[in-house]
């Protein structure tokens, strides 16, 4: 039996609570796969039966889940996010999407992984498949275990059906949330950017929006009484919309307790490992479409950051073998801008960009070190802000052709832009939030 053949009794949950009591209960398990138990490795049967997404046994879980989170540990969202604005527009974001985690990863052959995962994507979640199709699926994951697996052992294999299992999680769900954010932001990102964009979206037009459970035994549910082996469908739009307002103040497993997207994905113990990365893929989609607000976005958050920095201390702060300061982390920034923003201008002229002399972040002279005043975060703004304005104009005067395909020797100006944008957020990080706005719960 497939997740598509009807179920002898379903129950449709829209009220928040119920929908947390039911992803909570280890009685409601996701539906479990049959005729398993012979399925060859490599098979979309054994791929279904070996990832955490649909074990319901509670132990087998927890290891499978463990081996999961620990490739997602080696993904730095802040590396994804770069990867994902600075892509080339046109191709299809799942391929990006998988293409970059792939990349990531350090599986060899990232297109050919991110072909074959899009191929397995149309059979993991149990939809019916033609002879053809599951053919090709089965073709797909067996292609993906080469690449994945380390050895040939059974711990081997679990594993690698975990690598491959986090790679078609992203596939669809991210690839739907930036289609879902572009839909609800068709003349670009609002104030406040992707991030803002992202957390509305996923409150009110997730890109999952049904979880199955189905009944080990008879059990209560919230205000449900199930019976066993009754399958139940929880609406994550209707659901959320349920939830408190301000967000869960129970909820242990939920990094904040505001989070305004308390079911989008997932509670309990299958609740999705790969947040963080999926938002920072998402974020970069969007700010991919438009380099030229990624560039002023990122000013704007080094002088938000920049505000609190008159209550610096006047100690250094030593990050990645640097040592960093407000005064430094302005420098850096500026310069940053400026030093692309010429290569940028000497590629589009035919010129060859000026040889790097910069000392860059490796010197700290002893101007970094002055205390950080009003008057230089006037100074600063005023500054960064116009440089921010003529990267935007220049950005937003090329064509997808230019930016993707630029001129001259080094990356594309699309990546130039994300990497200068990353830069920003690195140095003004690298300071922080100062004083009584560094705890704002405090
Ligand atoms: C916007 C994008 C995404 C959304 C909305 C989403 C949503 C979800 C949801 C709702 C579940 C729980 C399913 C259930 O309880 O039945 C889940 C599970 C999972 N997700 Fe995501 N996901 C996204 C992206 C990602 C990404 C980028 C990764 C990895 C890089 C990932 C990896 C996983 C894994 C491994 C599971 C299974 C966890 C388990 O069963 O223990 N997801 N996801």
Request: aromatic share 4%; proline share 7%.
């Amino acid at each position: 039996m497939t997740i598509s053949d009807p179920p002898v009794r379903s129950s449709r949950v829209t009220a928040y609570a119920d929908a947390r009591a039911a992803l909570d209960q280890p009685l409601l398990v996701p539906e479990p796969v049959a005729d398993a138990a012979d399925a060859p490795a490599g098979s979309l049967a054994w791929l279904r039966a070996a990832v955490a997404r649909f074990t319901g046994d509670t132990r087998a879980h927890a290891r499978q889940r463990a081996h999961a989170v620990a490739e997602l540990a080696r993904l730095d969202p802040r590396e994804l996010r770069r990867a994902a604005a600075g892509s080339a527009v046109g191709a299809d974001d799942r391929h990006t999407v998988v293409r970059i985690l792939a990349e990531e990863l350090g599986l060899p052959g990232p297109d050919a992984v991110a072909d074959a995962v899009m191929t397995v994507s149309a059979g993991y979640f149990g939809s019916e498949l033609t002879p053809t199709q599951a053919k090709a699926v089965d073709e797909a994951i067996a292609s993906l275990l080469a690449r994945t697996a380390q050895g040939e052992g059974v711990e081997d294999l679990e594993f690698a059906a975990q690598r491959i299992g986090l790679l078609v999680q992203a596939c669809d769900a991210t690839a739907r949330l930036v289609e879902h954010a572009r839909r609800s932001a068709p003349d670009g990102l609002p104030p406040g950017g992707a991030d803002a964009l992202l957390a509305e979206v996923l409150r009110h037009d997730p890109p999952v929006t049904a979880l199955r459970r189905r009944a080990l035994a008879d059990v209560r549910v919230g205000a449900l009484d199930l019976r066993a082996g009754e399958v139940v469908l929880v609406d994550v739009t209707a659901a959320q919309q349920d939830a408190p307002a301000g967000g869960d103040q129970a909820d242990s497993d939920i990094g904040t307790h505001d989070d305004p997207t308390p079911l989008a994905f997932g509670a309990g113990p299958h609740r999705c490992p790969g947040q963080a990365q999926a938002l920072a893929l998402a974020a970069g989609l969007l700010e991919r479409d438009d380099p030229a607000t990624q560039v002023t976005e990122a000013v704007a958050r080094v002088l938000d950051l920049a505000a609190t920095w008159t209550a610096w201390d006047g100690r250094p702060l030593a990050v990645d073998d640097r040592v960093y300061t407000p005064h430094k982390a302005i420098r850096r920034a500026a310069d940053h801008l400026v030093d692309h923003l010429a290569e940028l201008e000497a590629r589009l002229a035919g010129q060859e960009p000026q040889p790097d002399h910069w000392h860059a972040s490796a010197t700290t002279t002893p101007a970094d070190l002055a205390s950080f005043t009003t008057e230089d975060l006037d100074e600063a703004r005023s500054r960064l802000v116009r440089i921010g304005r003529i990267w935007a104009d220049r950005l937003e005067a090329l064509s997808d052709a230019q930016l993707d395909r630029s001129p001259g020797q080094g990356w594309p100006f699309r990546l130039l832009a994300a990497h200068v944008a990353g830069s920003l957020d690195y140095y003004a990080g690298a300071v922080g939030r100062f004083g009584a706005a560094a705890n704002p719960e405090e």
